[in-house]
């Protein structure tokens, strides 16, 4: 299944062990707090309970979000890339 993992997390460290946390899963960063990937269900549930182990009382939000076949279909996208950051 297709998923979207969005964060809103104030605390720096935080928000970049979540985001190398996310790669681990092999999640591609579409925005800065955005990653989209493919996960089974065992792997979503394992990386929503580590997520919200990291997350713990600290200051944030964490939505993973299955993205099912139409909405990834009908997914637009528009790309002007502007350096490393795209990545």
């Not at 996310?22 to 493919?38: H, M, N, P, T």
């Not at 919200?52 to 944030?60: D, H, I, K, N, R």
Request: net charge neutral; hydrophobic share 45%.
């Amino acid at each position: 299944m297709m998923v979207m993992v969005l964060y809103d997390i104030v605390a720096d460290p935080l928000r970049v062990a979540i985001a190398s946390l996310c790669k681990d899963y092999a999640l591609k960063r579409i925005q800065y707090s955005v990653f989209v990937g493919r996960l089974s269900n065992n792997r979503r549930d394992e990386l929503a309970l580590v997520l919200a182990e990291m997350l713990g009382s600290s200051p944030g939000r964490i939505h993973i979000i299955p993205l099912h076949g139409q909405t990834v279909s009908d997914m637009q996208v528009f790309h002007n890339p502007w350096g490393k950051h795209d990545e």
